[in-house]
């Protein structure tokens, strides 16, 4: 788990964008401790005024996972951080080897969100969607998206075919929120 909440906080560092997580000019918790809150004013761009949905504001609250629990609140945080770093500077390190630059919080803000990239990924290849180094857990959360995937299609097949009362799985979005389909509660 502190290994993929590391590399949330330096992936534009992974991605070439900024030397430091903390740099990055878009939203990040780095720095941030548990129980810290912020404060978040909606963009006026992107977004239409009118639309009453969305709020105005928002407060994120950074949350505790419950790991490690021989361990402080600053501990973790400290130990969170350390494996930050570590990931900063391997990624560095490899820049230096390569003769390669950061794009840098200036260039990454002057981008136009119009824009490309001009690279291409290679296509056609298999893409993890989960991670774990407990291959018992990737293997039972495989089989979770499994039932998932197949009771979202059944409840597909039966509102294609007219029956709106059906409930679908619990996560589903897109078919609840603009086709009006009903979705079953948390489980």
Not at 147 to 169: D, K, M, N, S, T
Request: aromatic residues 12%; charged residues 25%; hydrophobic residues 40%.
């Amino acid at each position: 788990m502190l290994p993929s909440m590391a590399y949330t906080l330096v992936n534009p560092v992974e991605a070439g964008l900024v030397k430091w997580g903390w740099r990055w000019p878009g939203f990040t918790t780095a720095g941030m401790h548990f129980g810290e809150k912020k404060t978040f004013r909606r963009p006026p761009v992107f977004f239409d005024a009118a639309n009453d949905e969305l709020p105005d504001m928002v407060m994120l609250a950074v949350t505790r996972p419950e790991v490690f629990l021989e361990l402080s609140d600053e501990q973790l945080h400290a130990e969170l951080s350390r494996q930050a770093r570590v990931r900063e500077m391997a990624k560095q390190d490899l820049f230096r080897q390569t003769g390669k630059r950061f794009l840098g919080e200036a260039r990454v803000g002057r981008q136009r969100w119009t824009e490309t990239p001009r690279s291409r990924e290679a296509r056609f290849r298999r893409i993890p969607t989960r991670t774990s180094t407990n291959k018992w857990a990737r293997i039972a959360a495989a089989q979770q998206d499994r039932v998932w995937q197949g009771a979202y299609a059944v409840a597909r097949e039966l509102f294609l075919a007219g029956i709106r009362e059906v409930l679908f799985p619990f996560g589903s979005y897109w078919v609840c929120r603009f086709a009006g389909a009903q979705t079953a509660p948390v489980p």
